[in-house]
């Protein structure tokens, strides 16, 4: 996926950080009960915002995130609870909560290509 392309059709939003933060928990619950690229590319666009929001957009741009993939969707989403429940006491915690959702397409079998090509469809329909 083309994160550094997604990251500049990426708006910064008026939303309070603690609400995104919010909204990204509410996506990842909805994503792990219906495990599909419609989901996925909600949660992106969230994430997305959040990185901008919290100006970690230049990190993603430029060096990436390493997908972090569990044996299976449960530690998947474990690991992925617990990186939220526990950001204010780790600094890394929204790269590691992006890598740990960049690996939930490969737990769901989610074409990357079709996630990209979605995700740039959904932002050409609403601008």
Same mark, same amino acid.
């Given at each position: 996926?083309?994160?550094?392309?997604?990251?500049?059709?990426?708006?910064?939003?008026?939303?309070?950080?603690?609400?995104?933060?919010?909204?990204?928990?509410?996506?990842?619950?909805?994503?792990?009960?219906?495990?599909?690229?419609?989901?996925?590319?909600?949660?992106?666009?969230?994430?997305?915002?959040?990185?901008?929001?919290?100006?970690?957009?230049?990190?993603?741009?430029?060096? =990436?995130? *390493?997908?972090?993939?569990?044996? $299976?969707? %449960?530690?998947?989403?474990? @690991?992925? /609870?617990?990186?939220?429940?526990?950001?204010?006491?780790?600094?890394?915690?929204?790269?590691?909560?992006?890598?740990?959702?960049? =690996?939930? *397409?490969?737990?769901?079998?989610? $074409?990357? %290509?079709?996630?990209?090509? @979605?995700? /740039?469809?959904?932002?050409?329909?609403?601008?």
């Amino acid at each position: 996926m083309d994160i550094k392309k997604m990251i500049e059709m990426t708006e910064i939003t008026d939303l309070d950080i603690e609400l995104l933060i919010s909204r990204v928990n509410s996506d990842f619950i909805k994503l792990y009960k219906e495990k599909n690229i419609e989901s996925y590319i909600e949660t992106l666009n969230d994430m997305l915002q959040a990185a901008v929001q919290m100006e970690f957009d230049f990190v993603l741009k430029y060096f =990436g995130a *390493a997908p972090i993939v569990a044996a $299976d969707e %449960r530690i998947q989403f474990q @690991e992925i /609870f617990k990186c939220i429940g526990t950001r204010k006491s780790n600094k890394d915690w929204f790269l590691q909560l992006f890598s740990l959702f960049l =690996g939930i *397409a490969s737990v769901f079998r989610l $074409d990357s %290509r079709g996630i990209e090509s @979605e995700f /740039f469809e959904m932002k050409k329909s609403t601008s």
